[in-house]
Structures are given as structure tokens and as C-alpha cells.
């Protein structure tokens, strides 16, 4: 006979999965910390990247508009001789827990995922309703009119020229100091105002504006549900808090889910 003891997340992972049932347009918000499972390291932590090898600088958009073609020179030399970020992004694959967030989305209760993650692992896992607030590493985009194609090989003209506007083309993900693309942050709002559920994957929920949307939903009085290997500052804030491995809780909970609805018990 399991015990509580046996199962220490039993019990809230019931919780978490009813009030996912039970909501009628949760949406998410995952960080850094669904992927590692994946491979892909953190930014932040005892061994993240910026941790071990600082942070980059916070210019880097103004050193981007100063010269793109020398920019463009830099990432092809990384294609080349991938650093530790770039070789995991290019090698990664979607782990339990993206798939258990696209089934929960297949079955509608997960509405839409705002990701500040740039590996594109949930498009992989077959996620559709997604904002990549912080793009995407596998894509381009025009700096004019946001155009996205993907980004298969380097360029053979730096730096490259949009074929809709002829505006310069860079990598998708946003650099420091680079505004976050209008079009993404328009779907923030627009998904984050109708939320009456939250849900957090893998995030410490303290880089705006991505934490911004998740804590609106809570400061309307609605649940806020952490899925994280440790606690975090918004713990505190949650009706429900699970610390452990993502692809394990999220695959339990999107199974405690679909058992739910599958009962009657919406």
C-alpha cells in the first residue's frame, strides 16, 4: 500500500491536476529549468552558464545595429566551434515534460504557453498555441517587419537582407537590449488578460516582462501551480508548489488530468 510517505507529491499533484481541470483558460510559463533535463544548461544557479562564465553584456543589440555584418561574422564562427550553449541548442531534444505540456494543450486545458526559452523544444514536442517571448534559436527575423523563416545554414551575404522588406535579418532570439518583438509581446497580454490559471515550468519568475504575465493572472486572484526543481521566490504565491524533476511531475500531472476529465470531473 503506497503511503504518503512513499509519495510525497501524491497529494499535490491531485491538487495541481483539478485546478488545471477545473480552470477555464490556464495558460503557462516555463523557463530554463524545463529544458536542463534536455541537456540544455541554465543561466543561473550553481552551474549555470552565466554563472560559471558571466554574464554577456548588455549591449549587445547596440553592438549588433553598430556593425550586423562583424555580428553575423561571430555567429557563423560559432557555427563552426560551437560554444557549450550553442552545441546543447543544436543537439537537444524535447524531454518529458514538453510532451506532457503538448498533450495537455492537445486536450485543450492548456490554452497557450508563454516560453522564454530559445531552444524551440516545445515547437518540437508539437506545441502550437506558444509565444517564444525571448525567440527562438532555429529561426531568423527581420529587425523591420518581424518576418520569421528558419535558420538552416549561415548566410552567404552579411549581413542578410529580408525578402519581404529588404530589412536587416538576424537570429530570432533577442539579444540584451533588444526590445522584445511587438508581435510577441501583443500575445502576451492578450493571453495573460484572459488566464484564470497559471501554470509555471522550470522558472525562477523573475525576469520581466515573461514574469510579469504569470504574477497578472495571480494578482487577479487566480491560482498560480509551480512545477520547479527548487523553490523559487513566487513559491510563496502558489496554491499549489511541486519541487522535483519536471519530466516527472509534468508527466503526472498531465496523466492526473486527463484521468479527471476522463471521470467527468471537470
Known amino acids: 500500500m503506497t503511503t504518503p510517505h512513499d509519495d510525497p507529491h501524491g497529494e499535490d499533484i491531485r491538487r495541481a491536476a483539478a485546478l488545471l481541470a477545473d480552470a477555464s483558460y490556464c495558460i503557462a510559463l516555463t523557463g530554463a529549468g524545463i529544458s536542463a533535463e534536455s541537456g540544455i544548461p541554465t543561466f543561473r544557479g550553481k552551474d549555470g552558464l552565466w554563472t560559471k562564465h558571466g554574464e554577456p553584456p548588455l549591449n549587445q543589440f547596440d553592438e549588433f545595429r553598430d556593425s550586423p555584418a562583424d555580428w553575423w561574422r561571430n555567429v557563423a564562427e560559432r557555427r563552426r566551434n560551437p560554444d557549450e550553449l550553442t552545441a546543447s541548442l543544436v543537439n537537444a531534444q524535447p524531454n518529458d515534460a514538453h510532451f506532457a505540456m503538448a498533450e495537455l494543450e492537445r486536450i485543450g486545458v492548456l490554452k497557450h504557453t508563454i516560453t522564454q526559452n530559445v531552444d524551440g523544444l516545445h515547437r518540437l514536442a508539437g506545441m502550437e498555441r506558444l509565444t517564444e517571448i525571448h525567440g527562438n534559436s532555429r529561426l531568423l527575423r527581420c529587425t523591420q ?31 540584451f537590449g533588444e526590445p522584445i518583438p511587438p508581435d510577441a509581446l501583443e500575445r502576451c497580454y492578450r493571453e495573460s488578460s484572459r488566464a484564470d490559471c497559471v501554470l509555471l515550468v522550470g522558472t525562477t519568475a523573475v525576469v520581466s516582462p515573461a514574469a510579469d504575465f504569470a504574477f497578472a493572472v495571480g494578482q487577479r486572484g487566480h491560482p498560480m501551480i509551480e512545477v520547479n526543481l527548487d523553490p523559487t521566490v513566487i513559491t510563496q504565491y502558489c496554491a499549489v508548489a511541486l519541487h522535483d524533476k519536471a519530466g516527472e511531475l509534468m508527466s503526472r500531472i498531465a496523466a492526473s488530468v486527463k484521468e479527471l476529465r476522463g471521470s467527468g470531473d471537470q
Do not use: L
Open 145 to 175: 517587419c518581424t518576418t520569421r523563416s528558419p535558420f538552416d545554414e549561415i548566410p552567404e551575404i552579411f549581413p542578410p537582407r529580408c525578402d519581404h522588406c529588404g530589412g536587416i535579418v538576424k537570429t530570432d532570439t533577442v539579444m
